[in-house]
């Protein structure tokens, strides 16, 4: 097992961040931590790389008691924190060298060379780190996370800030490293989960909600349900459609324009036209939509 998080807990003063979390991650697995701001992503990646300990339970990485013995698992574990603290100063080769002394890697210079081809930063590397993109400042990160050569990563919100372009080479950098190493990313975009990783774990408010595979995500929550896109000649109340069976939410959206949540699988639209004619007025469009991810996520942690 690479990571094995049992029962932890962790307090800031009185609040409590995380909440009886337990959850594995096998070696070689690329799993997506998702939650939206606030949900304890951040703190569980500092308990799992050592930085500081829970205050109830325990965590394992590659078998290694993190708390007892966290300079063996810093040893073990590349991070990247969120927000990527760089040294501006320094030029990204020099840097590079200063991280390599600091994990007491061999050959130093062949490692800083092989590395800066890895995350592609090769046309970057004889400038400040200052100086560089989002994009390359983000390389940066990831080399420094990979120059011991982890067999863990710990990634917290790695494409956070980037461009779409960016976004789409870092995401790919990833998904290579992955190949090899197990990767373990936070993020509060749903996307992200879906382009990169194998798994999810969706925290929220401290607690997990789900870990499922990303191919049965979609399944999660409530598995039955669909939304109706209306647009109506003329204004109608909440009211009218909210008292037919299975109508579960009318959302008034731009112009005359409705989103009609639906809770089962049962096939109203009948129902509703009927509904909005018997009130003199006309259906123009109906269009149902599936439910998307999004939409699961969303309810997970509403
Ligand atoms: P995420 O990374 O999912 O956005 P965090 O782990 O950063 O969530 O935060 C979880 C909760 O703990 C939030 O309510 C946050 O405000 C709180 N928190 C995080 N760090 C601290 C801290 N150093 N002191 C006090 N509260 C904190
Ligand atoms: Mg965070």
């Known amino acids: 097992m690479s990571i094995e998080a049992k029962g932890v807990g962790k307090y800031y003063g009185k609040q409590k961040a995380l909440d009886d979390v337990s959850f594995k991650i096998s070696s070689g697995e690329i799993v997506g931590f998702l ?18 300990p ?4 325990e965590i394992y990485v590659i078998g290694l008691d993190a708390v007892e013995n966290s300079l063996e698992v810093r040893k073990k574990v590349g991070y990247l924190p969120e927000h990527n603290p760089l040294y501006p100063e320094m030029y990204v080769t020099e840097y590079l060298k200063f991280v390599a002394g600091i994990y007491k890697v061999k050959n130093k ?13 090769s046309p970057e590397r004889h400038k400040k780190i200052q100086e560089l993109s989002k994009g390359y400042k983000q390389r940066v990160g990831l080399a420094q996370a990979l120059i011991h050569d982890p067999d863990v990563l710990v990634l917290d919100e790695p494409t956070s800030g ?14 290579d490293i992955g190949k090899e190493k197990t990767v373990m990313l936070s993020t509060h975009i749903m996307q992200e989960v ?10 929220n408010e401290g607690r997990i909600v789900a870990d499922a595979p990303v191919s049965e995500m979609k399944n999660m929550g409530n598995a ?15 009211e009218l459609l909210s ?6 939410k009318v959302i008034s959206n731009s112009g005359l324009n409705y989103s009609i949540e639906i809770s089962s699988d049962k096939d109203i639209r009948a129902e509703i036209s009927k509904a909005i ?4 007025k006309a259906v123009l469009s109906m269009v149902r939509k599936e439910k998307s991810m999004e939409d699961v996520f969303k309810e997970l942690t509403r």
């Open 194 to 203: 879906e382009a990169i990783c194998d798994r999810v774990i969706i925290i």
């Open 54 to 57: 829970p205050n109830e339970g």
């Open 243 to 248: 008292v037919i069976n299975g109508v579960d």
């Open 35 to 52: 939650g939206p701001n606030g949900a304890g992503k951040s703190t569980m990646m500092k308990i799992i790389t050592g930085y500081f």
């Open 277 to 280: 004619s018997d009130d003199g």
């Open 224 to 238: 039955e349900g669909y939304s109706l896109e209306v647009e109506v000649n003329e204004a109608i109340s909440e």
């Open 162 to 175: 980037l461009d779409p372009n960016q976004l789409v080479e870092i995401r790919k950098l990833i998904r």
């Open 109 to 121: 210079k062949e490692r800083v060379e092989e590395i800066i081809k890895m995350v592609g930063l």
